[in-house]
C-alpha cells in the first residue's frame, strides 16, 4: 500500500550529514543570505514562486528558499521527517532541485528526490507518506527559459498564506532561525514511489477499462512523458503518444495545453477517439474531441459534473470554478438544477472554496481540475483517465456529449506584457483603466462582462471580454486592451 511508505524503503543516501550507523558527523551550519536579490513585492504568486531562470531564480535563492522552507516546516511539524522533491524537464530545474536539496538538508531536514515527475506526483506521495511537506520544481504551462518552485505541507496541499509568509520573512531577514539539535539531513534517490502514484491513478477506477478506445496523448516534452503513455495503456487504451521525450529546450514549445494544434491534426489523423494535451508538469489537461474540436475545462467540468450528478455523488450539485469560466456553461448548468460559485483565477482558490463549501468537483477554464472523490490537488493524469472513462460509459462519441452541452458565449481573452511589476500588480490604481472597464461593463449590462487582472505566473496583464455576440466582444477587448497598453506597458 502506497500509505505503508518509510523512511527506509529502497533508499539511497546521496549526500550526508549523518554517518550510517546515525551518530552525527558534525554541526550544520545555516546558510549565509548572500548573492541573493529579492524584489520588493510578495515573492509568492498563484502558484510558487516563478519567474526567469538567471533573475528571479538562481541557485543562490533556490538554497535559501530550500533552508527556510526546511526551516519552516520542521518547526510547524509534531514529527521531524522528510521532504519530498520532484522536478520538471527544465534545463535549469537539476541545477535548482539540487540547491534547494542543499538548503533543506541544511535545514536538517531529510529529502526524498523522485526525480523527473509530475507535480501532483509530489503532492500525492506527501499526503500519505510521513512527509513533512513536498517541493516541485516547475514553472508548469511557462516557456522553457522559466522556471519555479512550489511547496506543498504535509497533507499534500499548497502552503498556506501564513507559512509562505514566514519563509519569505526568513528569506528577508525578518527572522532568525530556531536552534535544532540536528542541523544536518541527507538525501535519499526514491524514484520508485513514483509507481505507487501511478497505481493510486488507476485504483479508484475499480474494473473500468479504456479497451477498445483509441487516444492520442501530448505530453508536451515534460514531466509526464513516461507516465502518462504506461498508465493509458495499463489500462487497455490504444496510445499514440506526441512529444514523448524529456526535453527542457522544447518543453510546452508549440505543444502541450497552450498550443492543441499538432494534438488535434494528431486525432484526425489516426481517427482516434479523443486527445489530451497536458502541461509541463501535468497538472492540467484539456481534451480534444473525435473531430479534433478543443474540449476546455468547462466542458470537462460540465461533462464530469453532469455524470457525478446522474450518479448522485455531487453535494448540492455543486461546482466551483472562477471568474474565467463561460457564462454559457453557468447557465446550462443551472438549467439541470446544478450550482456554480467562482472564485479569482487559480487552483489554490478553488481548492478553498471546496473545502469551505464541502463541494467534491472545481477547476478552471484551462484544464486546472480537482475532484474530492479521488485526488487532493489538480492532476492532469487523473482527471484525463477519468474524463475517457466518463466518454466510453456515455456510449456517444465526445463530439456527440459536447454539442448536447452547451454553447459558450464569445469569449476573447488578450495578454498584455507588463514588465513592471509594481505597474503591473497596482493596476487597479489606474484610474483611465477602471474608468474604460465601468464603460464597457455598463454598455454590455447582462449581456456580457469584463475580467481584467495581473496574472500571477507571468508578467503580463490578462483583459477578457465575454459577450452574447463576438464583434461585441472584440471591439470592448480592443478598447480595453489599448487603454492598459497606454497607461501601464509603456
Not at 544536518?184 to 479497451?211: F, M
Not at 508538469?281 to 473525435?290: M, P, Q, S, T
Request: charged share 15%; net charge negative.
Amino acid at each position: 500500500m502506497v500509505s505503508s511508505i518509510t523512511r527506509t524503503q529502497g533508499a539511497m543516501a546521496v549526500s550526508s550529514g549523518v554517518e550510517a550507523n546515525g551518530t552525527k558527523k558534525g554541526v550544520g551550519v545555516s546558510v549565509p543570505l548572500s548573492n541573493i536579490t529579492l524584489p520588493t513585492t510578495a515573492l509568492f504568486g498563484t502558484d510558487g514562486i516563478r519567474g526567469h531562470v538567471g533573475e528571479l531564480l538562481n541557485a543562490p535563492l533556490a538554497l535559501q528558499i530550500g533552508f527556510w522552507a526546511g526551516i519552516i516546516l520542521r518547526s510547524h511539524s509534531s514529527h521531524c521527517g522528510p521532504i519530498i522533491l520532484g522536478q520538471d524537464s527544465r534545463n535549469s530545474s537539476d541545477m535548482l532541485a539540487m540547491a534547494l536539496s542543499a538548503g533543506l538538508t541544511s535545514a536538517g531536514v531529510e529529502v526524498w528526490y523522485l526525480g523527473l515527475c509530475p507535480t501532483p506526483c509530489v503532492a500525492y506521495l506527501t499526503s500519505v507518506s510521513e512527509a513533512i511537506g513536498g517541493v516541485m520544481v516547475s514553472a508548469s504551462h511557462n516557456p522553457p527559459e522559466d522556471n519555479g518552485i512550489k511547496i506543498f505541507g504535509a497533507n499534500g496541499m499548497k502552503l498556506p498564506k501564513t507559512l509562505q509568509s514566514e519563509i519569505e520573512a526568513g528569506l528577508r531577514g525578518q527572522i532568525s532561525p530556531p536552534a535544532f539539535e540536528n542541523n544536518c539531513g541527507r538525501h535519499y534517490n526514491r524514484s520508485e514511489l513514483i509507481t505507487n502514484y501511478a497505481e493510486a491513478l488507476k485504483t479508484p477506477l475499480g474494473g473500468v477499462t479504456l479497451q477498445g478506445m483509441k487516444i492520442v496523448l501530448d505530453v508536451a516534452w515534460g514531466a509526464a512523458v513516461g507516465l502518462a503513455p504506461s498508465v493509458f495503456e495499463s489500462m487497455g487504451a490504444q496510445v499514440i503518444c506526441l512529444h514523448n521525450k524529456a526535453d527542457g529546450d522544447r518543453i510546452n514549445v508549440n505543444c502541450g495545453s497552450t498550443h492543441l494544434g499538432i494534438l488535434q491534426a494528431a486525432v484526425g489523423e489516426h481517427h482516434a477517439d479523443l486527445g489530451f494535451g497536458f502541461d509541463g508538469d501535468a497538472d492540467r489537461v484539456l481534451a480534444v474531441d473525435n473531430t479534433g474540436r478543443e474540449v476546455n475545462g468547462d466542458y470537462m467540468l460540465y461533462l464530469w459534473g453532469r455524470h457525478l450528478q446522474q450518479k448522485q455523488q455531487l453535494p448540492d450539485n455543486l461546482i466551483i470554478s472562477t471568474v474565467m469560466a463561460n457564462l454559457g456553461f453557468e447557465r446550462a448548468w443551472q438549467q439541470i438544477g446544478g450550482r456554480l460559485i467562482r472564485t479569482s483565477v487559480g487552483d489554490q482558490y478553488v481548492q478553498a472554496q471546496m473545502q469551505q463549501t464541502g463541494g467534491m468537483l472545481g477547476g478552471e477554464q484551462s484544464g486546472h481540475i480537482l475532484c474530492r472523490h479521488y485526488g487532493i490537488t489538480g492532476d492532469g493524469l487523473l482527471t484525463a483517465l477519468h474524463f475517457a472513462t466518463v466518454v466510453k460509459q456515455s456510449g456517444v462519441s465526445l463530439s456527440d456529449m459536447v454539442q448536447g452541452s452547451f454553447r459558450t458565449y464569445p469569449q476573447l481573452l488578450r495578454n498584455v506584457r507588463v514588465e513592471d511589476r509594481c505597474k503591473r500588480l497596482g493596476w487597479q490604481e489606474c484610474q483611465p483603466l477602471q474608468d474604460a472597464i465601468a464603460h464597457a461593463s455598463a454598455v454590455m449590462g447582462n449581456a456580457g462582462r469584463v475580467l481584467v487582472r495581473a496574472s500571477g505566473t507571468e508578467p503580463v496583464i490578462r483583459v477578457m471580454v465575454e459577450a452574447e455576440a463576438a464583434e461585441v466582444a472584440n471591439h470592448w477587448t480592443s478598447e480595453l486592451v489599448s487603454v492598459v497598453q497606454q497607461h501601464l506597458a509603456g
